[in-house]
């Protein structure tokens, strides 16, 4: 059974840092792209950052380029997101997922990813 357990949400107020981490079981972790989403009350799920399983690739979203870093640790099957100069916008549930050997140019489609986790809250204040 797979499973992505999400973990390091909080409240902070803008321009704070946080450190989200994603642990996986059930997978041969390795194998897999891992992605972050997020989704803010009444709006759509929408792609935020993924590290690729193969190739040390990595892929953000415009609105977070400059600001989040996305890391993997295969030995702990842990994807991270280090999240600095957090601003209300990025107010939303983080979303770890998984997705096999995912690569190329679908990596920012949800439906490209098969496990998800059940999200930690992230609150920013102004």
């Known amino acids: 059974q797979v499973q992505l357990v999400e973990s390091g949400g909080g409240l902070l107020q803008s321009g704070g840092s946080l450190k989200l981490s994603c642990t996986a079981s059930?997978?041969?972790?390795?194998?897999?792209?891992m992605g972050w989403f997020r989704q803010a009350p009444g709006k759509e799920r929408e792609f935020v950052a993924a590290?690729?399983?193969?190739?040390?690739?990595?892929y953000y979203e415009d609105s977070v380029k400059a600001r989040f870093t996305v890391s993997r640790n295969n030995a702990k099957n842990t994807v991270y997101l280090q999240m600095n100069d957090l601003k209300p916008e990025d107010t939303a549930v983080y979303y770890c997922a998984s997705g096999l050997y995912l690569s190329g140019v679908n990596y920012h489609l949800s439906g490209s990813y098969a496990y998800w986790g059940q999200g930690t809250q992230v609150t920013v204040s102004s």
């Open positions: 590290f690729s399983w193969n190739g040390d690739i990595t």
């Open positions: 059930g997978l041969t972790f390795s194998r897999y792209t």
